[in-house]
């Protein structure tokens, strides 16, 4: 089964910029790429892009798009998260996931199978 580990999370102010890691691991799990998902108290969780671990192929969601990039080491077997211009609407938990079987580059969660614990990320105004 494909573990995932979030780490990078922290306290940022506003216009600063994250750089969250997801270190992956397991029998097969570069066969789905990994998506990334956000969520706030109280709010539904949101995506916020996908990595496809056989190519180039990336896509965000709109509150991600146009500053954000994710990309991957395949030596390291992890995926990086940045995204900058932060603002407070940015304060979540952010976690990494990887899909279901034939879920491909699905923006719901509800098609990924195994998640990370999350990482907090404040931003302060």
């Known amino acids: 089964q494909v573990q995932l580990v979030e780490s990078g999370g922290g306290l940022v102010q506003a216009g600063g910029s994250l750089r969250l890691s997801c270190a992956a691991s397991?029998?097969?799990?570069?066969?789905?790429?990994l998506g990334w998902f956000r969520q706030a108290p109280g709010k539904e969780r949101e995506f916020v892009g996908y990595i496809s671990w056989g190519g180039d192929y990336t896509i965000y969601g709109d509150s991600a798009k146009g500053r954000s990039t994710i990309s991957r080491d395949l030596v390291k077997n992890t995926v990086y998260l940045q995204m900058n211009s932060l603002t407070p609407e940015d304060t979540a938990v952010y976690y990494c996931?990887?899909?279901?079987?034939?879920?491909?580059?699905?923006?719901?969660?509800?098609?990924?199978?195994?998640w990370g614990q999350g990482t907090q990320v404040t931003v302060s105004s």
């Open positions: 996931a990887a899909p279901r079987r034939g879920a491909g580059d699905s923006k719901d969660y509800t098609q990924y199978a195994s």
């Open positions: 397991g029998r097969t799990w570069r066969d789905y790429g």
